[in-house]
């Protein structure tokens, strides 16, 4: 037989799961928030010269929760420079949003830089490169992608994918009544024209 809990207990149990869920949904929004303005500090990666930024620059971020330096190598990722020809070791790409970047924490704090530290110390003769690019979206790491490879000639393309908001970009067009009768589709931001139909 089950024991009835005492009346306001059940209801404040109740308010306590409604404020976590709250305070949870808020900081995921935060989070995605801190990721698109990220993307607005940083410039466009199809406009500098490199394969995301602009060849051995430096930038300073300060903010009211830290201050970093971010400083590109020659070939335009916040990374260490790279050989070419490429050595031996097996060659990782790291492609992904401001948390690939590394936005806040120093190079070597970045989960790239973690993993090929992991991997070294495991014996494994490896260089992972970070080519996160912060307020990225899938489209972005494919034109990054398909820029970086030709040159790095990786033996491996790690994506790193943030469900709630890259996975939410990959949705289809949505569709939008227009008078008339007719449905427009919204297109996301690639110049390709918009269809209407009949609904």
Known sequence: MRTREPQGQGARRTNLIR???????????????????????VMSPTSTGGLIFHPRS????HTS???????????????????EP????????????????GWGVSLDDSWPKA??????GAGIDV????????????IDYANIAARAVPTLKPDLVLVGVLQGDDLSQL??????????????????STGSRRRSSRT
């Not at 430096?58 to 971020?61: I, N």
């Not at 330096?69 to 990722?77: D, R, S």
């Not at 260089?127 to 899938?138: C, E, Q, Y």
């Open 115 to 120: 993993l090929e530290t992991g991997l070294r």
């Open 19 to 41: 404020l976590i869920v709250v305070v949870t949904a808020t900081a995921l929004l935060a989070i995605v928030a801190v990721d698109r303005i990220a993307g607005f500090v």
């Open 58 to 61: 430096t930038a300073t971020y």
């Open 171 to 188: 949705r289809p067009p949505r569709r939008r009544p227009r008078a008339g009768g007719r449905t427009r589709f919204a297109r996301h």
């Open 65 to 83: 929760e830290f201050n970093f330096t971010a400083t590109t190598n020659a070939l335009g990722f916040r990374d260490h420079e790279f050989a």
């Open 127 to 138: 260089d992972v490169a970070n080519l996160g690019f912060p307020g990225g979206s899938p």
């Open 86 to 101: 490429r050595t031996p070791a097996c060659r990782v790409i790291a492609i992904g949003d401001s948390f690939t970047f």
